[in-house]
């Protein structure tokens, strides 16, 4: 499943894990949890960017 790449401060579409990906697109092994809605973190680096790597479950009622 490839994502397009979020840039930090950008509004999470979806809950879950995002791993941080590098100018050309190589993982990091870093990862931030965000909220859907949430503005995603500053990147350690710049030019590094968002990828979601895992979605949030949410149990159905």
Known sequence: MMSKTLKPGQKAPESGQYGI???????TGREATVTKGEPLPPT????????????????DR
Do not use: S
Request: hydrophobic content about 15%; glycine content about 22%; overall charge positive.
């Open 44 to 59: 350690p680096k710049p030019g590094q960017g968002y990828v979601l790597t895992d979605r949030t479950k949410h149990k």
């Open 21 to 27: 990906v590098g100018p050309r697109g190589g993982k």
